[in-house]
């Protein structure tokens, strides 16, 4: 069954504006991961953070998570018009072996 | 680049083919992973390779086979498809697949067309 699910599907925003992602899981976590993918492409991973921890930065990214409430946020400041791609977060479970399972992403179209 | 590399990156073929998909990892890892990506579904986790040795099938039909000569090298043979099967389908590779810390790193991807 999906474990993450983003909200919103979509979102646009102009240049220089902040984009806040969110995300919701089912289960207990070892961890959960950001992605970024541009259109056709890859994933690259963003950004890591343990179910122990509660905020990271990295660069011009945030990312929130809260345990009790079994979701996170992704926050992208000062937004430019290369943020433009979809955005998925991963989550890893207790059990077993490292499978990430990934929510339907968030679209995010920074307009110039 | 991500150290993962993938081909071909386009492929089209018939339901009564026989191809291949290919992935290379330079990056030193031991894990290696098939997922399927549909439109407007989630990424769907495929099969899992962990020092050569296949550690996860998630009820993939037998029409995809996969193999793993080493732990650098994954492959995705593929034969008598559906037309539901075209997909992007993308490599990845971590560290290992039992350390729940270690971010996967995906390459670009083969979109997969059957018809």
Sequence with gaps: SQQGEEDPQALSIQ?????????????SINNLQWYRQNSGRGLVHLILIRSNEREKHSGRLRVTLDTSKKSSSLLITASRAADTASYFCATVTLQGAQKLVFGQGTRLTINP | ETGVTQTPRHLVMGMTNKKSLKCEQHLGHNAMYWYKQSAKKPLELMFVYNFKEQTENNSVPSRFS???PNSSHLFLHLHTLQPEDSALYLCASSQDSWGTSYEQYFGPGTRLTVT
Aim: proline letters at 6%; hydrophobic letters at 10%; one cysteine or more.
């Design chain 1, 15 to 27: 240049e220089g504006e902040n984009a806040t992602m969110n995300c919701s899981y089912k289960t």
């Design chain 2, 66 to 68: 996969p193999e793993c």
